[in-house]
C-alpha cells in the first residue's frame, strides 16, 4: 500500500546542473501532477498529466519538463538548474480531474 | 477568478480551543471543496471535503462550514490538541476541470 513514491528524497545541485525526479504511483490513478512548495506561496502546480500519453503546463512551468512514462509514472526534469528552483517538490495523484489528491513525501531539493 | 483566498497565514490555539480557518473563492462553478493537512517533512494529505448542495459535513472533530451565498467555506477543529499542529491547506476544483486550486496555507500551532 505505498500510494505515492517519490525519489530522491532529498538532493542537492549546482547551478546549471541536471537532474531528474522521479514518482510513481500504484493505485491506478488516471491524473498525476508536479508541485512546488515555497514558504508563504503554498502549493504551485509545476505540470500535470490529465492521462496517460497526455501533459499539460500549470501555472509554473519555465525551467522544467515532464514525460508520462506510463500510467503508474510521471517524472519531472530540470534541465539547467537555477537557485530559484529551490524548493520541496510533490507529485500528486487523483483517480480523474481535481478530486481526491493522494500526495508523494516530497523531494527536497537546493540548487547552490 | 481561480484564486482561493485563505486566511489566517498562522494560528495559536489553546490546547482544547477552537481552530478557524477561512477561505474565500470567486468561482462559481467551483463544486468540490477539501482540506488538506500537511505535517513537517511530509506531503499533503486529504482530510475532509464538501461539495455545496450541504451546509456542512462533520467528520470527528473536524467540520466544514459552507457558505454558497457568500462563496466561503472554513474549517473548524473542535477541542483542538498537540497534534493537530500542522499547515491546512484549502482547495476547490470543479467538474471537468483537471486542476485543485490551493489556498496559501495556514500554520495551526496547538500549545499545551
Known amino acids: 500500500n505505498a500510494g505515492v513514491t517519490q525519489t530522491p528524497k532529498f538532493q542537492v545541485l549546482k547551478t546549471g546542473q541536471s537532474m531528474t525526479l522521479q514518482c510513481a504511483q500504484d493505485m491506478n490513478h488516471n491524473s498525476m501532477y508536479w508541485y512546488r512548495q515555497d514558504p508563504g506561496m503554498g502549493l504551485r502546480l509545476i505540470y500535470y498529466?490529465?492521462?496517460?500519453?497526455?501533459?499539460d503546463k500549470g501555472e509554473v512551468p519555465n525551467g522544467y519538463n515532464v514525460s508520462r512514462l506510463n500510467k503508474r509514472e510521471f517524472s519531472l526534469r530540470l534541465e539547467s538548474a537555477a537557485p530559484s528552483q529551490t524548493s520541496v517538490y510533490f507529485c500528486?495523484?487523483?483517480?480523474?480531474?481535481?478530486?481526491?489528491?493522494?500526495f508523494g513525501s516530497g523531494t527536497r531539493l537546493t540548487v547552490v | 477568478q481561480q484564486q482561493v483566498k485563505q486566511s489566517p497565514q498562522s494560528l495559536i490555539v489553546q490546547k482544547g480551543g477552537i481552530s478557524i480557518i477561512n477561505c474565500a473563492y470567486e468561482?462559481?462553478?467551483?463544486?468540490?471543496f477539501p482540506w488538506y493537512q500537511q505535517f513537517p517533512g511530509k506531503g499533503p494529505a486529504l482530510l475532509i471535503a464538501?461539495?455545496?448542495?450541504?451546509s456542512e459535513k462533520k467528520e470527528g472533530r473536524f467540520t466544514i462550514s459552507f457558505n454558497k451565498s457568500a462563496k466561503q467555506f472554513s474549517l473548524h477543529i473542535m477541542d483542538s490538541q498537540p497534534g493537530d499542529s500542522a499547515t491546512y491547506f484549502c482547495?476547490?476544483?470543479?467538474?471537468?476541470?483537471?486542476?485543485?486550486?490551493f489556498g496559501t496555507g495556514t500554520k495551526l500551532q496547538v500549545i499545551p
Open positions: 498529466s490529465a492521462s496517460e500519453g497526455t501533459t
Open positions: 468561482n462559481t462553478a467551483f463544486d468540490y
Open positions: 482547495a476547490a476544483s470543479m467538474e471537468g476541470y483537471q486542476k485543485v486550486t
Open positions: 500528486a495523484s487523483s483517480r480523474g480531474g481535481g478530486y481526491g489528491y493522494t
Open positions: 464538501i461539495r455545496p448542495d450541504v
